[in-house]
């Protein structure tokens, strides 16, 4: 199905998560050096990776809150993907503090796992609306998961 474009929603849908992204690490700043100083398990990926990694999931955050945004009707659903959403999402900004800042290793890998929760009922609920939008956010879970084992390494490597 050929969704008509509304550039406005379109703009809002990135902003939303890049904007969260952007200030969760503007917060955090130089408190992400600590990732070259700590103990890191096996396939740790280097420092480099984690913004452009984080980039293009946020990009595609926002396609798919767009792609749901622009669906008629499925109100149910959509008001059930929003709420996961913007769930997994403050999750999502509270985890760099806790991690780099607070370094409370333990705690962020609580954060991940509800992160990781309302994310996957996130997919589910967008999927139920629009196909391609819970699609979109399958490397993002799979993103969720490998940082999951990052930060649990790391917390078992450092206490």
């Known amino acids: 199905m050929i ?19 952007g200030l969760s690490a503007l917060i955090v700043g ?14 740790s990926p280097p420092s480099i990776v984690f ?3 984080w980039t293009i999931l946020y990009i595609l955050m926002g ?8 669906e008629k009707g499925n109100y149910d659903n959509k008001t059930k993907g929003y709420v996961f959403f913007a769930t997994q999402l403050i999750f999502n900004f ?3 503090p806790i991690f780099f800042s607070a370094k409370l290793y333990a705690i962020a890998f609580i954060v991940l ?8 009922l996130m997919i589910i609920y967008f999927y139920k609306v629009n196909k391609t939008a819970g699609l979109l956010q399958i ?8 940082a999951g084992y990052l930060n649990l390494g790391i917390y078992l490597l450092n206490k």
């Open 139 to 146: 490397p993002y879970i799979v993103w969720l998961t490998f």
């Open 30 to 43: 130089n408190d992400m050096d600590i990732y070259k100083d700590i103990t890191r398990p096996p396939l």
């Open 94 to 96: 509270l985890w760099s």
């Open 3 to 21: 969704i008509k474009c509304d550039i406005k929603k379109l703009i809002i849908s990135l902003l939303i998560p890049l904007a969260v992204g």
């Open 113 to 120: 796992i509800l992160m990781w929760i309302s994310a996957l």
């Open 51 to 53: 913004p452009i990694a």
């Open 63 to 70: 396609i798919s809150l767009y792609l749901v945004m622009c």
